[in-house]
Structure formats: C-alpha cells, structure tokens
Nanobody, 117 residues
Framework: QVQLVESGGGLVQAGGSLTLSCVAS????????MGWFRQGPGKEREFVAA????????TYTDSVKGRFTISRAYAKNTVYMRMSNLKPEDTAIYYC??????????WGQGTQVTVSS
C-alpha cells in the first residue's frame, strides 16, 4: 500500500521558517514527480510547488517563489519543502502528492501550518 506522510507543520510568527517533510512508503519516490499543495481556510486547494522524478526541474506558484524551496532525498524516500519568510496568508493545510506528468494519484493526510501576524 502506497502511503505519504507529512510532518513539520506548526505555529510560527510571520517572517519565520518551517521545513515540511513527506515520507513515502510502499513505493520509491523515483520515477514519480512530487508536489506540495495547500488548502487555506475557506479556500480551494492550490498548487504550491513540484519537483520532477529526476530532481532536475522545480516549479513554484508565484506567491511562494523566492521563499519556498522543494527538494528530495532519494535515499530517505523523502521530499522536503523549506518555507522561509512566512506570511499569514501561507496559513493552510499542506499536502504532498505523488504522480506522473502532473497527474497526482497518491496524497498524504496533510500537515497544518499556521502563521501568526
């Protein structure tokens, strides 16, 4: 059974940093693309960042460019997202997902990130 488990969320003040982790079990990260999504209070789930299976390409939504960094550690079957200069509007449940060519078929349960002003 394929499973993704996120961790690293929490409460942080604006301007602070957090690093989210997503550990995959049941199948290796390669050759799957990995993505991070978020759903804020009263909002639709939105794309945040993605990294290709080879790790050679990363993509970010405009609102997090220059602040968030996605990376992957094959040996640990883990994907990370370093979030810096956090803003209150980054408050959301963050989900990681695994898939191919932008079609994600496995999702984690989410981790809450709350940024206070």
């Amino acid at each position: 059974q394929v499973q993704l488990v996120e961790s690293g969320g929490g409460l942080v003040q604006a301007g602070g940093s957090l690093t989210l982790s997503c550990v995959a079990s049941g199948r290796p990260l390669s050759p799957y693309d990995m993505g991070w999504f978020r759903q804020g209070p009263g909002k639709e789930r939105e794309f945040v960042a993605a990294i290709t299976w080879s790790g050679d390409k990363t993509t970010y939504t405009d609102s997090v460019k220059g602040r968030f960094t996605i990376s992957r550690a094959y040996a640990k079957n883990t994907v990370y997202m370093r979030m810096s200069n956090l803003k209150p509007e980054d408050t959301a449940i963050y989900y990681c997902a695994s898939g191919v060519a932008g079609r994600y078929d496995v999702w984690g349960q989410g981790t809450q990130v709350t940024v206070s002003s």
